[in-house]
């Protein structure tokens, strides 16, 4: 799923409108706007912000692999945690997608 529909489906389910998630993050309307558009490509710490606004986890990282999408700094953290650690982030970041997968299917 792309950013544009994970952050419109994060910030619905939060019951926020565009403004309300500007406010919370003091990234302007605008900017989320285009972003939900798929106009703009933002960077993986405003993506963060925006989605913890909306109450989600604060780790929406990439899996590494995916889309090429997982940058340098991202696999040497993640290279860089324990088992232990690499093992939560995996079940956290699994956990965001179901819970979005599952809300989009009872707003279907």
Same mark, same amino acid.
């Given at each position: 799923?792309?950013?544009?529909?994970l952050?419109r489906?994060?910030?619905r389910?939060?019951g926020?409108?565009?403004?309300?998630?500007a406010?919370r993050t003091?990234?302007t $309307?605008?900017a989320i706007?285009?972003i939900?558009?798929?106009?703009?490509?933002?960077?993986h710490?405003?993506?963060?912000?925006?989605f913890?606004?909306?109450?989600?986890e604060?780790?929406?990282s990439p899996?590494i692999g995916?889309e090429?999408?997982a940058?340098?700094? $991202?696999?040497?953290?993640l290279?860089?945690l324990s088992d232990?650690?690499r093992?939560?982030w995996?079940?956290?970041?699994?956990h965001?997608?179901?819970?979005?997968?599952?809300?989009?299917?009872?707003?279907?």
């Amino acid at each position: 799923m792309r950013a544009e529909s994970l952050l419109r489906r994060a910030r619905r389910t939060a019951g926020l409108t565009q403004r309300d998630l500007a406010r919370r993050t003091g990234i302007t $309307q605008g900017a989320i706007a285009r972003i939900e558009r798929g106009r703009v490509d933002p960077r993986h710490t405003t993506l963060e912000r925006l989605f913890i606004a909306c109450g989600w986890e604060s780790d929406l990282s990439p899996a590494i692999g995916v889309e090429g999408l997982a940058g340098r700094d $991202q696999i040497r953290r993640l290279v860089g945690l324990s088992d232990r650690d690499r093992e939560r982030w995996f079940f956290r970041s699994n956990h965001n997608m179901l819970r979005l997968f599952r809300d989009g299917q009872q707003g279907s």
